[in-house]
């Protein structure tokens, strides 16, 4: 499997997307950034057996999503439902694909994000394979983590590698995000510091005995 780095050296071009309907307002990105132009059929991109169908699973809910990687889309690649400034992590959940949007982007002033890595159990419910919606998730007093330590300003093309490369296609995978549900219920997204107890993440490896959790934050938010 190739890592980012490599993908990045084959580099030609970058393709313009569409915006997926959740995030209608984003950018695609400009020619010359970050997307080789490998496409999907390249074998050892993980964006390679990106789904073309996706499941309704997500509810009008904060929640877990649980499940196994399919795919990791990084920004403006060429799979569908693509998004400039996000990186989707498709998941199989429950016999279906389902959608999980993280933005490594800042629409507002500084357009670097803030990323942090932790290794924490996962809370319960223990890892099952589906949507958990009901869950909390707080960076400070679920995992003791704080906006002034511990998190590294990056800019978009780096903070798509870290997703990138942390994530394992055919691997369990847990990501704290929230849906809209209804006509978005193959989506969920807000994978960052949110409040309110309901933080997005991504933790990798969710089953083992120290899961390595990726946590996301804007610079306006201090927690």
Not at 26 to 54: M, N, R, T
Not at 68 to 73: F, L, N, P, S
Not at 88 to 109: A, E, F, H, P, T
Request: aromatic share 8%.
């Amino acid at each position: 499997m190739r890592t980012w780095a490599t993908l990045c050296s084959l580099a030609l071009a970058c393709c313009a997307a569409e915006p997926s309907p959740e995030d209608a307002g984003a950018e695609a990105l400009d020619a010359g950034e970050l997307v080789a132009d490998a496409g999907p059929e390249d074998a050892g991109h993980k964006a390679a057996a990106c789904a073309s169908e996706f499941g309704t699973l997500f509810t009008n809910a904060f929640g877990r999503a649980d499940g196994t990687v399919v795919a990791v889309v990084p920004p403006a690649w060429q799979c569908p439902w693509p998004n400039g400034d996000h990186v989707v992590i498709q998941l199989r959940m429950d016999g279906g694909v389902q959608r999980l949007v993280v933005n490594v982007k800042s629409d507002y002033g500084d357009p670097r994000v803030a990323m942090g890595r932790v290794s924490a159990p996962l809370p319960a419910p223990a890892y099952e394979e589906g949507w958990h919606p009901g869950v909390t998730l707080d960076y400070p007093t679920t995992l003791g983590v704080h906006a002034d330590a511990g998190f590294e300003l990056v800019d978009l093309e780096h903070a798509a590698a870290r997703v990138y490369d942390a994530v394992t296609v055919g691997a369990p995978l847990s990501v704290y995000a929230s849906s809209s549900g209804g006509s978005y219920a193959a989506s969920a997204h807000k994978v960052h510091r949110n409040g309110a107890q309901n933080d997005g993440a991504i933790v990798v490896d969710p089953t083992g005995a120290q899961p390595t959790w990726l946590l996301f934050h804007f610079l306006n938010q201090s927690f």
